[in-house]
Every structure is written in C-alpha cells, then in structure tokens.
C-alpha cells in the first residue's frame, strides 16, 4: 500500500515522539543509577572508561528496550493528544477517513519499532548485556561464592554426577561421584575424593579416585591416585549466574534452556520467562499503540493532562500487569506461557471494549 501525507506525516511524528521519549526517560533512569552506584564505583575504583562504555552505554539500550511499551505507550498519547487538541482528529474524521484508518499508520509505525526491538533482544542486546553485566559483578556485586551443597546433575543420557560441595574461586569439587545407570541398573561408579579443573588441559583431574565396572553378576574395582578426564561440566557452571539469561542471544538461550531442562535442573522457569518476554513484547508494542490512539483521540474540555494521566495510569497498570505474572510464574504456581502471555491477553480485551465504546 502506498503511503500517502496523512500516513506519513502520523507515522513520523510517533517515531519522532518515541525516541525523544525514550531517550528523556532513560537518561533519568541513568542519572538515578550513577547516583546510586557512585559510592561503589569509587570504593571499588571503577575505570572511567570502563564506567562510561562498558556500564552506561550499554545500559541505555537495555532500559530502551526493557521500557519500550511503555515508552511507545506514552509516546502514542503524548503526540495523539496534541493533535486532538487541535482538532486534527475531528478534521480527519470529517473528511470520510474511519478511525480504524487512523490508527494503522501507528500500527505501522509500531511494526517498524517490534521488528527492531524484536531483532534486538534476540541478538544484539544479549551481547552489550554480557558486558554491562559483567561490568556490575566486577564492580557492583559482592565476591560470588558457590553455596550449592549435594549438587545432582544429568551430564550425559544415563550418566548422573554428584559433589557435596564445589569452591567455584579454586574450581574445586569435594566427593564426586559418576554414575551410569541403564534402566534400573547400575552399570558404572567412578568415585573421588576430590575434582579439580585444569586450565590448561581443559579438563577435570580426578584425585584419589576408585571406578566400578558392574556386569551380570560379577564387577571390576580398579583406582589411582590421579588422572585426568572430560566431562559435559564446566567451571562456568558454578559462576555467578547474575542475570545470565540476559547474555544469551536467542538461539543460545533455547540450548542452555535444552541443557537444563536434560540436567533436571532447578530455576527454569527464569529462562523461559525470558524466552517467551521476547517474543510477547513486540505485541506488547502493537497493543499499547492500539490503545494509546484510543485512549487519546478524543478532544477533552479540560485539555490534554487528564488525557495523558489516563495513559500513564494505563500504562503502569499493564507494567502492575506484568510484574505480578512474572512474579508468580517464577513460583511455578501457573504456566510460564500463559502467565507471559496474560498481559497482552488482558490488555488486547481492554482495547477491544475501549474502541468499541469510542464515539464515531
């Protein structure tokens, strides 16, 4: 379809909002965040360089991107009610135009903005995040240490490790066990003392180590004081884990959720909530610019402030919306899917009641 002035000249005039809103917001968030953080950047001798190019520019588009419904939102009504204001929208209507063909060139506009934001988080953003969040455990997070105790994984089908402890600063694990298991049987044990990863050889060394070799009624017992082996586990496994699934582009993100989901590891449900935040947001985008064209169209008596309190006030309900299904899809107590999805569920019927009750 071919654009014609109107739809350009709404089209440019959103976009054109959007970045000046989100660009006012977030330099706030990040003046708010260097006042909070100074202490500890010159506490812990932050560089900076490092604080300026590592931390802050890429935390800027981090919070557009995390922010970016509700910015479009606010955008939407904040250059929907200027022009409301000015009869513009009485104009347009007076000409024949309906108003569902008023709002497609913010759909449009929209679009442009959840491809990209879509593109983004699945793989640009992770990649400026690893170095952001990298910059905050240096700098900004106390010294990590591993708390886990009887550590169970699923390392391979059929093969399960143990350790009842591991020192994540010295990559270190106390009493590890391997075990094969086919069926109900246990066809393998390998046991030792203690586990250490070598750098160099990338791989683990085995001290004081003793392996079981069970076959039909009989086993095999052999031992050493050390050797050497590889094993689907690394040191990274143990690290901090602080917003690690920030890091991790989209494709990266689905194997490690695989990888988790074969070890029958716990906090899943954070991985996923990432996963499925991807791919909602871009609708997030869509449905709040429905919305904010709906909301604000009208031309009010008391000007365009009760106009653009009802956007904010919309707007943070949908970000109430969304923190509480988070919340309680990270408890497990609801579908990780669904609970994603509710938001934009709840607010794509709220915009539908919205336009139907709007006057023509």
Same mark, same amino acid.
Not at 43 to 59: E, G, M, S
Not at 87 to 98: D, F, K, P, R
Not at 231 to 248: A, G, H, S
Not at 300 to 321: E, P
């Given at each position: 379809?071919? !654009? ?8 440019? #005039? ?8 989100? &660009?006012?917001?977030? &330099?706030?968030?990040?003046? @708010? ?13 932050? +560089? ?18 995390? &922010? ?11 250059? /929907?009610?200027? @022009? ?8 347009? $209507? ?10 497609? +060139? ?17 793989? =640009?953003?992770? *990649?400026?995040?690893? =170095? ?7 700098? $900004? *997070? ?35 066990? %391997?075990?094969?298991?086919?069926? #109900? ?55 901090? /884990? ?6 991790? /582009? ?10 988790? @989901? ?9 991985? $996923? ?14 449905? $709040?610019?429905?919305?904010?064209? @709906? ?10 402030? &009760? ?15 969304? !923190? ?11 579908? /990780? !899917? %669904? ?14 009641? %919205?336009? *139907?009750? !709007?006057?023509?």
């Amino acid at each position: 379809m071919k !654009l014609k002035i109107l739809d350009k000249y709404l089209i440019k #005039n959103f976009l054109i909002t959007y970045v000046f809103v989100s &660009l006012m917001i977030t &330099l706030i968030i990040c003046m @708010i965040d260097y006042t909070e953080n100074l202490d500890d950047f010159i506490k812990r001798k932050a +560089p900076a360089k490092a604080i300026v190019f590592d931390y802050y520019l890429n935390l800027i588009p981090y919070w557009i991107n995390f &922010l970016s419904p509700l910015m479009v939102f606010i955008a939407t009504v904040f250059f /929907t009610s200027r @022009i409301a204001a000015r009869t513009e929208i009485i104009a347009m $209507l007076s000409t024949g135009i309906s108003f569902g063909r008023i709002i497609l +060139p913010y759909l449009a506009g929209a679009l442009i903005l959840s491809l990209f934001s879509f593109y983004a988080v699945g793989w =640009v953003l992770p *990649k400026a995040n690893a =170095v952001k969040n990298q910059f905050a455990i240096t700098y $900004l *997070k106390d010294q990590f240490y591993y708390s886990g105790r009887n550590v169970h994984l699923t390392i391979a089908p059929n093969v399960y490790a143990y350790m009842e402890s591991y020192n994540n600063v010295s990559s270190t694990g106390n009493k590890f066990t %391997l075990e094969t298991i086919k069926g #109900n049987e246990l066809v393998q044990k390998l046991s030792a003392d203690k586990i250490v990863w070598n750098p160099e050889t990338e791989k683990w060394t085995l001290k004081n180590y003793r392996v079981r070799v069970l076959s039909g009624q009989g086993e095999t017992l052999s031992y050493g004081a050390e050797t050497d082996t590889t094993l689907n586990l690394k040191p990274k496994d143990f690290e901090n /884990t602080y917003k690690l699934f920030e890091n991790y /582009t989209l494709p990266e993100l689905n194997d490690y959720i695989d990888l988790l @989901i074969s070890r029958g590891s716990d906090g899943l449900e954070v991985y $996923l909530i990432e996963k499925y935040t991807r791919f909602t947001q871009p609708f997030a985008i869509m449905i $709040l610019t429905a919305i904010g064209v @709906i909301v604000s169209a009208r031309k009010s008596r008391r000007g365009i402030g &009760l106009q653009i309190a009802l956007g904010f006030f919309l707007a943070f309900t949908y970000i109430l919306f969304y !923190l509480l299904s988070k919340g309680i899809a990270e408890t497990g107590n609801i579908n /990780t !899917l %669904l609970a994603v999805w509710l938001p934009n569920i709840i607010f794509s019927l709220i915009g539908v009641v %919205l336009y *139907k009750t !709007l006057p023509r």
